[in-house]
């Protein structure tokens, strides 16, 4: 069983839907959770960065922390076409010693226009 | 731009050769980490530094890799003998005293 788990989809949605993105994670040692947008063939780039548990919102993103469950959802609202891209999730925890990150599969989202 | 910057973007060599990339950090940023990703899958941690020194390293990381980072501030990941299963995009981000990590565009590696 992967440590950090995510539907790889592709999940394809119209202009202007709320999507919903998510991952599990087995490691209760994990303090922080992190949204990466990926392009294909770019580098990832930083979405939303969150500690522990709650919700974080940043302009049409909302980030969500259940550590209890040990789940973590990502929300886009008024998608865009511009919004196509893979999303990964990202985990790390200080507590185990270490600052490297631990990455989903990555969702391919297709918002159609 | 300040961001993270690798080179090359894309290399492409014959099963045996060595290669070596680079990566300059942002400005500042004492922690460098390196990564692995191969198509449909999410990166995979390979090494860490801070400052200088090389603080962990994964299993994945084989007798044939070897990064450094000699004054603190760039750094290079060579591979030795490249095999085709060294074939995928190799990322480099770097973070400074907090946690979050800013990515380069990568350096894509073909091995024929």
């Given amino acids: 069983q992967k440590e950090v788990e995510q539907d790889p989809g592709p999940l394809s949605v119209p202009e202007g839907a709320i999507v919903s993105l998510n991952c599990t994670y087995s490691n209760s040692a994990f303090q922080y959770f992190m949204w990466y947008r990926q ?33 973590i959802s990502l929300f886009i609202r008024d998608s865009q076409p511009s919004d196509s891209a893979t999303y990964l999730c990202a985990m790390s925890g200080r507590a185990s010693g270490t600052y490297k990150y631990i990455f989903g599969t990555g969702t391919r989202l297709k918002v159609l226009a | 731009d300040t961001g993270v910057s690798q080179d090359p973007r894309h290399k492409i060599t014959k099963r045996g050769q060595n290669v070596t990339f680079r990566c300059d950090p942002i400005s500042e940023h004492n922690r460098l980490y390196w990564y692995r990703q191969t198509l449909g899958q999410g990166p995979e941690f390979l090494t860490y530094f801070q400052n200088e020194a090389q603080l962990e390293k994964s299993r994945l990381l084989s007798d044939r890799f070897s990064a450094e980072r000699p004054k603190g501030s760039f750094s290079t990941l060579e591979i030795q003998r490249t095999e085709q299963g060294d074939s995928a995009m190799y990322l480099c981000a770097s973070s400074s005293g907090g946690n979050e990590q800013f990515f380069g565009p990568g350096t894509r590696l073909t091995v024929l």
Avoid: C, H, I, W
């Fill in chain 1, 39 to 71: 392009y294909s063939r770019k580098g990832p780039e930083l979405l939303m960065y969150t500690y522990s548990s709650g919700n974080k919102e940043d302009g049409r993103f909302t980030a969500q922390v259940d550590k209890s469950s040990k789940y």
